[in-house]
């Protein structure tokens, strides 16, 4: 876990979601658009109100973070990918992602919560909601509930936040970031796709070869609910084949292959995997020459960016986030994969972490993962 002696990328931050990710993003230093766009861009994302509650504990009233004058220690930056809602649609977590940045800020490592994993979820003054025990992707959709019908995909980030926070024992969140899956589709566009390993051969549950959507089984046609029509498809499915060497996929193949969870030998925490790899993959497509030297790829990507996301800086603008992950090096960033398994009493009741997670959890909150890593190499994704 030594700090690379390679020449680092300068690191121009873009923070973003994926999960269903939960996506962070890089690009070049050298603002080659401008201050005009440095600008623009942040002026679209920024929503303070995300960390509202964060440093809060769940008995607590929500308050808005002090402002520091500099980001200092370690930093957790929590990344939520939803699927895209209207005001009128509760949004669920489909992807909880959080990215651990340590004090000397020569690495960066990337974890993931379940969608399934059964939580305790606080009670929640804002959206009027009681405390309950349920998996944990349901604290945004619970929390987001603005009443009349309406909900806010901000407002439940509050809650998540304090949910993902009370199981990692993280006390604040430096940061934090909601992308809908819509626009991420855009950003991935925008950089003309992106390259990653195929580490195991999957089968689509949604799509046919050609991206459009599979066909459904007719006694499911009009049947969203029931047990029996949760996995509604029928038909020639689209087909990732393991690769050794990276492979280039289309915005909408790269979208569907992250969000598979169905299959021989697969389960969620292959997705979770591949959308950390994901992350990494995006990050250095958006660090290559490709995107940086192109002054019009860039400003797509940004738009694409401003239009799916939503970050808080905890009091701090994305300059100011660029300036002090400058030296962070794509290359270096670590994903890690946490034990656990499945519960069952009446029926799945969602997902359990398994044994020494708590440990990490703690090496986390010490800034002390990479030692802890080379004690649990296990718990590295090997395809790093």
């Known amino acids: 876990m030594a700090a690379s ?12 979601v994926g999960v269903g990710a939960v996506v962070l993003l890089a690009g070049g230093g050298t603002l080659v658009a401008g201050k005009a766009l440095v600008a623009k861009y942040t002026d679209r994302v920024t929503d303070e ?26 930093v957790n930056i929590l990344l939520v990918g939803i699927d895209p809602r209207d005001e009128h649609t509760a949004p669920l977590a489909d992807s909880i992602v959080i990215a651990h940045i340590p004090r000397d800020r020569h690495s960066a490592y990337l974890f993931s919560m379940p969608r399934d994993l059964r939580v305790d979820i606080p009670a929640f003054a804002k959206s009027g909601t009681g405390a309950d025990r349920t998996k944990i992707n ?52 925008a950089m003309g796709g992106v390259e990653m390993v195929i580490d195991m051969d999957v089968r689509s549950e949604h799509l046919k070869p050609d991206g459009s959507t599979r066909d459904r089984i007719s006694r499911c046609e009009f049947d969203h609910t029931s047990a029996s029509c949760m996995r509604p498809y029928t038909g020639v499915q689209k087909t990732y084949k393991k690769s050794t060497e990276p492979v280039r996929l289309k915005a909408w193949e790269a979208l569907d292959y992250v969000r598979q969870r169905y299959g021989e030998n697969m389960s969620d925490y292959d997705r979770q995997r591949h959308q950390q790899q994901f992350i990494k993959a995006m990050a250095k497509q958006a ?11 860039l400003l797509d990507v940004m738009d694409a960016a401003g239009d799916s996301l939503t970050f808080a800086g905890g009091g701090h603008t994305i300059v100011e986030w660029a300036l002090e992950l400058k030296s962070l090096n794509i290359d270096d960033m670590i994903t890690v994969k946490l034990p656990g398994e499945s519960v069952y009493g009446d029926g ?18 010490e800034d002390r993962v990479a030692a802890f890593l080379m004690d649990h190499p296990t718990y590295i994704n090997e395809t790093n």
Not at 49 to 74: C, F, N, Q, R
């Open 49 to 74: 109100s995300l960390l509202a509650p964060i440093a809060a504990k769940p008995a607590e009233a929500a308050a808005p973070p002090p402002v520091k004058s500099d980001i200092d220690g370690p």
């Open 348 to 365: 799945y009741l969602g997902e359990k972490f398994g044994p020494g997670v708590d440990d990490f959890f703690k090496a986390v909150t």
């Open 5 to 16: 002696t390679r020449r680092r990328s300068p690191l121009w931050a873009r923070i973003c």
């Open 287 to 297: 660090l290559s020459r490709d995107v940086l030297t192109d002054p019009g790829k």
């Open 138 to 189: 349901a604290a945004m959709s619970y929390g987001s509930r603005l009443g009349d019908g309406r909900y806010s995909a901000a407002q439940g980030f509050q809650l998540l936040a304090t949910t993902v926070g009370n199981v990692t024992g993280i006390k604040r969140f430096d940061a934090g970031a909601i992308v809908n899956f819509g626009g991420f589709k855009k950003i991935v566009e």
